[in-house]
């Protein structure tokens, strides 16, 4: 499976075959390697690169919103003063609360949907589909019918009261909010991971299951050592990818502060990117949001690297 | 497979074509040639965010304009809210395409006068012709000294009573003071009912402040003695019972809280008219002028045509703003809820909303907000402040919270 | 043995029926909530009193032109959909099956693009679009979308694990690498593209900062952007807002519905046996 084996080196050119240049360069990794990363790395440069580099200049300087050609360069008082700022790591902490309680639960939630739906079931399609709905619902949409639904002396909370939860509004309570915040992403997440899913499992060999069925393995067995390792490299896509995305959850919590503050109630659900939004955007303070994402855009690196390092397969 | 590449391919040419064809048509139709300045109008730009009954006073104002002013030709860019169009200016300026010409309330601008956005009117009023005589609320865009723009409408905040519940409950004559609104609220509260609800925001907030007699000061005098009083009374009214957030009975704000009868009594402003025609045409209410703490006084909101520092043709678009305020279109925003800001028109609003009749007063004594110059940042500070004592229970005192609000504006 | 069957039956039936039920009841509620008036909103209400006059609204008005965001939203997905099944999936596999100097940089930098906002270089984007005289064109939805380092990702760990005997014997055959490419792994890889481009719809379709910020006039706004635009009243009309939300999810629903028919299971067995 790794990789390396598959080098140019490894197989020799057919002898049969009249070597062009073509089929000399159709043949070496790199430079088929370069030009399948072309059209890519050309849009990046273009419309990802340097923009970013702009902003990454921005980091340091001290600029005002109406004359950003006046920008001043301060070195690094913009990184200094959000290391000073205990909102910033409030909302640093908040993020990773979200993500270690939404990422592992949307994953298995995610796999479990798309085993279901990949069964021969009646209306397995109509199933994908509605699993599928939350993904595509616009967020606000859902973060209001959520709001509905998790109000004082709602059905919801009452049921969550068995389990010791009081019966309060969860998004105007300052120990609740964020556990609102991390149920919305869940639902919405949980979709996206099902048809990653799902795709990953029309992979896996169908003989592979019928041989060990022959061997008498039990389904937990054909799961464990069949379905577990087909699917463990798009796990690892599941799992960094929920992740930067639970890092950069911004529109639910944007509808439950609607009529009050970013990060509402009482900055109860503030994470790095509303941090952000409201420095950078709503303050206008352009300099200091740029440097607050790079911050929390190595955060993400270092923890990507992590998973990486824990999940993905061997290279 | 070939087959599928080349058709792949062809669809990505033909696409690619398609819109290269669409950006250059788009280019060609929006150029303006600044040598031609003399003998064609002047296109000037009017960045706008609000409803289709707005949207359709100013897309006939691109019909009229050029009947009176044969050198402007009217654009409207319509932004989906206020905040995309923050989002989008800062791009804008610094491409060089941001309007020329924008519609604002007085409630944030402070802060953007401050960061130089906007251009002073004082040496533009003369060439473009215009009478700041004939409006009122002109003093509330005055900053230095110097005029930042031309209002289209002035009005009070007002406090509001569903009458049916007061009257069911038997209250009498209605509270003139907070004092009397707190004993009224603790009797119209029931189990499911709140004699008053108040939102933990600023306009609301700033209500209160200014009927103790204080007020914000530009970020001075926030944790003045009469603005700790005045928080104190909200929180009094909060930890007796009587008054509630409408965040932590599952409502967005104050007015869908009044039209489900949840609460009795609110601060609040002309638009309550609107929303309660369609959210409960049943609900009978008054309007009345916010009341007393100790003395007469609450929160004035304008909106105002404002002219962009980096916009090209500034006279112009002053004169575009003297014909959006005109007799004739602002008899237009009138019938949507809006009072004129034109002398010539000042009896005309409460003909035509007569409900409001109560609060005509407050139009002689209320005053603007006076946040501090960073606007935003006080107002999230503020509530996140009172939030946590309010819905997060850290049972801080008004002082403590004002004090706490004051160290960041020093 | 057969009752534990039957029971193990009903339990799966009894499985997603529930969580099928708990996913579908806010879009259930979204759209009852977009068919009643404003004084109904929050409550529940007899079927006499619903209305389509949220509906109405978006489409009565003079100044709104919603078939026009339609047509607008349908050709920014279709043009980055086509752009993303190309430029995604040659990067994606130079980056799983072929060894070519500098991969390492190439995938870290895939990884690291997903990380920022795009908030972050909103300005920089509007102002070099600016310059290009683009804003307000198709060319500013859709030129800068036409990779998604997301997808790129994703459908790099799907080629992982296709087997490289596989490839290999391709190769002996006489197939050079791009000839691997389109004639091997493209096929193969149909489920991934599939997800790739029903992921991709719903994106692009669903998208709100990036249009909203490059386009201002309406002729020119998608879907979302126009129905955000549409207000008929200074406070927020959750009703409205619902219609508009059900206006949009529809067409990504009937585009997921017929092609989530396409996953078949178990494709590359039977490409490994031929």
Known sequence: MSVSRNNSKSIQPYPYKKQSWFS?????????????????????????????????????????????????????????????????FQAVLHSLQIVLIAVPTQTILGLLMALLVNQKIKGKGIFRTIFFIPYITSQIAVTTVFMMLFKQGTFLTNFFGIFGFGDVTWFADTSYALIFVAILFIFQQAGFSMIVYLAALQEVPKDLYEAAGIDGASKWDKFRYITVPFVKPISFFVISVSTILGFQIYDQIAAISRYGALGSPAGATSTVVTYFYQHGIRYMNIGYGSAAVLLFFFIILIITFLQKKLLDDKE | MKKKMSVLLITMLTITTILAGCGNKEKTTSATDPAVKSTTPVTVSLGFWGTAQDLGIYQQAVKDISAVHPNIKLEIKQYPSSEQFWNTLPGEIAAGVAPDLIKLTNEGAFEYIHKGLFEPLDELIKPAGVDLSLYNGVDIWKVDGKQYALPISTMPAMFLINDDMWKKAGLGAYPKTWDEV???????????????????????????????GGDWGYGKTINSPENVKAVQKILDMY????????????????????????????????????????????????????????????????????????????????QTASFLTSEKVLTEFVKVGNNPSLKSLSSKFFEVNPEFDAVKPAIEYSTDFQYPIETKKFIDELIKQLEGTILGGSNKTAQEILDKVQEQFK | MKARKHLALFANYAIIIVLGLLFILPFIYTIYTSLVSTRDVNKLVSITN???????????????NVPRWFLNTTIMTGAVIVGNLIVNPLAAFALAKLNFK???????????????????????????????????????????????????????QFFVTVPNEFMEAARIDGMSKIGLFWKIVYPLARSPLITMSILAFAGTWNSYLIP????????????????????????ENTALIMAGVVLTTLPILIFFFLFQKQYIEGISSSGIKG
């Open chain 2, 182 to 212: 707190q004993a009224a609220a603790k009797k119209l509260t029931t189990k499911d009912v709140h004699g008053i609800v108040i939102n933990i925001d600023a306009f609301h907030i700033t209500n209160y402040v200014k009927s103790y």
């Open chain 3, 212 to 235: 909203s910020t490059l386009t201002n006039t309406p002729k020119m706004y998608v879907l979302v952007v126009g129905l955000n635009s549409v207000k008929d009243a200074v406070f």
């Open chain 3, 50 to 64: 619903w209305t389509f006059d949220n509906y109405i609204m978006y489409f009565t008005n003079d100044a709104y």
């Open chain 3, 102 to 156: 500098g991969k390492k940089i190439i995938y870290w930098i895939v990884l690291a693009t997903m990380m920022v906002p795009y908030h972050m270089i909103l300005i920089p984007v509007y102002v070099n679009m600016a310059n290009l005289g683009w804003l307000n064109t198709f060319l500013a939805l859709v030129i800068p979308f036409l990779y998604q380092s997301l997808y790129i990702f994703m459908l790099r």
């Open chain 1, 24 to 88: 000399s360069f159709a043949d070496s990794d790199n430079k088929v390697g370069w030009l399948f990363i072309l059209p890519f790395l050309i849009l990046w440069a273009w419309w990802f690169f340097y923009p970013f580099v702009q902003s990454f200049i921005r980091s340091f300087q001290d600029m005002n919103f109406a004359a950003m050609d006046e920008a001043k360069f301060i070195g690094l008082n913009n990184f200094i003063q959000i290391l000073q700022d205990p909102e910033f």
């Open chain 2, 239 to 318: 930890k007796d019972g009587s008054a509630v957030t409408p965040k932590s009975i599952g409502y967005g704000w104050d007015g869908e809280v009044f039209a489900n009868n949840k609460a009795v009594m609110t601060t609040g402003g002309y638009w309550y008219k609107g929303y309660l025609k369609e959210a409960n045409p049943d609900l009978h209410y008054v309007a009345l002028p916010v009341p007393e703490g100790t003395v007469h006084n609450s929160t004035m909101h304008s909106d105002g045509y404002v002219v962009l520092k980096d916009g090209k043709n500034k006279v112009e678009a002053l």
